[in-house]
């Protein structure tokens, strides 16, 4: 008979970070985790859950110790979560980890610092700079918390510099001591930190319904990041940058504080009751794509974003099948007869005047290289096979596989193999002297096809530098040969963006048109709903 041991000896706290080799506890400092641990969910139904799974800034879960390390994670409740934790990345967003920081507040902050068992305190007077290195003594801990005295007050850092000069953030501030250099992670209320996502991410000048869809979207996308955080080493639930959303680029606005106070607390539910997906993009070319773009095994879980037609009948049908509440389906229109290559290539080369964007300048676009260079699209797939070699393969015996790309001095042809829902390119192929080579996803095509020289011509004209990607994978290409060299290629594009989730743009003439903000997202995410995760008093 097997005996069972009670282990009884636990603690708690908020938790401030954790990897596979310790959780960091306020109070604890970092405790180790036993490399057998195990990790349950406590509520609802019973599941089994690991580090990751913690809910960082928040003393949600009880740790088991044997032998002075955590043997058991129990996640003991579910609550809403109200405080959101950002890593700030350095100037023009080149990294993780900063060299100094400079510091001060409009208001008097207070500087909390020192090891678990011997904490000290300074205050700093409004304005007073603050430079913390890496060998400064306040690191004598593992963490310093700067927070400001007043509850609206500020902290601007001063080493950061951002497109509106340097940033202030509400909220407090901690710094983290690490090997590579300072980690600076803000800790605020996830309501606050959407007054300066939403500016960042959408014009203020757009409607107002718009700018509520943004918000929607902006906080359902953060409050999803806060469940399954993104730096759980530094407790950090996301990052500051274009890989997350920008936040704190621009500063507060009116407008769009108004509409993050108008959706207080609103989130996207999947119709299985989940925080949905809400990834979202610039501008559509009258038509939207979906999850496949990403090729990955969680992405085609996420049914409900879907290709559409962006157009006034798309959308007048989807609101009418909403509008009966009698669980109709609604119209999608368009997606998958667009990876025939004539049905794409006679959509993309016109124009519809019924379509919501139809008037963008990135509606449409072109793209010429007018001198091809080989070692461009050589350096471009060896980058992209370093990166993901499941993407670009070689054909060996009449199969495409994972090889080492070959240097080539010629590319004798280059075509589009297969399109995606909604028209996009997905597979392209590049023949060359010394292989072929199949580039899949949209994303890798549009680096492999941009030279970094040749400009984008919108469609009103203007031309716009394409350093590293091109605009959008919506495109018919067209080559320029040689003898029996691609010497050139012009390529007819529309939109901007990878095409799933909610078109800006689209938003913007949506609400333009007279619809609300409930509306245009129930189009863009396919039978999900809008829910409050807070209770309001």
Not at 176 to 200: A, F, H, R
Not at 243 to 269: D, M, P
Not at 338 to 363: L, P
Not at 494 to 511: D, L, P, T
């Amino acid at each position: 008979m097997e005996s069972v041991i009670r282990k009884t000896d636990k603690i708690s706290g908020v938790v401030l970070g954790a990897d596979e080799t310790y959780v960091e506890l306020e109070g604890y400092g970092k405790v180790p985790l036993a490399k057998n641990y195990k990790g349950y969910r406590t509520f609802g139904s019973l599941k089994m859950c690991d580090f990751k799974d913690i809910s960082f800034g928040y003393a949600s879960a009880d740790f088991v110790l044997e032998n002075g390390k955590i043997c058991g994670i129990l996640l003991a409740r579910e609550q809403a979560m109200e405080q959101i934790r950002v890593l700030i990345k350095t100037s023009d967003y080149a990294g993780l980890y900063h060299d100094e920081v400079i510091l001060s507040g409009d208001c008097d902050l207070l500087v909390d610092y020192g090891p678990d068992n011997d904490k000290k305190s300074v205050e700093l007077t409004a304005g007073e700079r603050l430079l913390l290195e890496e060998n400064s003594n306040y690191f004598e801990g593992d963490r310093i918390i700067v927070s400001p005295k007043a509850l609206t007050g500020k902290i601007t850092l001063e080493n950061v510099k951002r497109s509106q000069g340097m940033p202030a953030y509400r909220g407090h501030m901690e710094l983290i001591k690490t090997e590579d250099g300072i980690v600076v992670v803000n800790q605020l209320p996830l309501e606050e930190y959407l007054y300066c996502v939403v500016p960042s991410e959408m014009p203020v000048s757009y409607h107002m319904e718009a700018l509520k869809s943004q918000a929607i979207c902006a906080r359902t996308y953060a409050y999803g990041k806060m469940l399954v955080a993104g730096y759980p080493k530094y407790g950090a639930h996301v990052d500051d940058s274009t890989t997350y959303q920008v936040y704190n680029n621009t500063n507060e606005r009116e407008r769009s504080t108004t509409a993050v106070k108008e959706t207080y607390g609103q989130l996207l539910i999947t119709p299985e009751g989940g925080v949905a997906e809400t990834y979202y993009y610039s501008t559509s070319c009258g038509m939207g794509s979906d999850v496949n773009v990403w090729k990955s095994d969680a992405a085609m879980a996420l049914t409900y974003l879907k290709s559409k037609r962006l157009n006034h009948e798309s959308m007048e049908s989807t609101v009418t099948a909403l509008s009966a509440d009698d669980g109709s389906e609604q119209t999608i229109e368009g997606g998958e007869s667009m990876q025939e290559e004539e049905n794409f290539k006679t959509f993309i080369s016109g124009k519809d005047a019924e379509d919501f964007e139809v008037a963008e300048s990135w509606y449409r676009w072109n793209y010429r290289v007018k001198k091809l260079d080989v070692a461009t699209v050589y350096k471009a797939l060896k980058s992209c096979y370093k990166s993901n070699p499941s993407q670009i393969l070689t054909l060996k015996s009449d199969s495409f596989v994972k090889a080492d790309i070959k240097e080539f001095s010629r590319i004798e042809d280059i075509y589009v193999a297969k399109r995606g829902n909604g028209g996009y390119t997905d597979e392209l192929i590049i023949e060359t002297n010394k292989g072929t080579y199949k580039v899949i996803s949209q994303y890798n095509i549009r680096v492999v096809l941009n030279d970094g020289v040749s400009k984008v011509i919108r469609q009103d004209g203007s031309e716009v530098s394409s350093k590293s990607l091109l605009p959008s994978a919506f495109f018919v290409l067209s080559i320029v040969k040689e003898k029996d060299s691609v010497v050139g290629y012009t390529i007819t594009g529309g939109g901007y963006g990878h095409g799933v989730g909610m078109s800006q743009n689209g938003a913007k003439a949506m609400a333009e048109s007279g619809y609300t903000a409930t509306q245009i997202l129930r189009y863009f995410y396919d039978g999900c709903t809008i829910n409050s995760i807070y209770i309001q008093n």
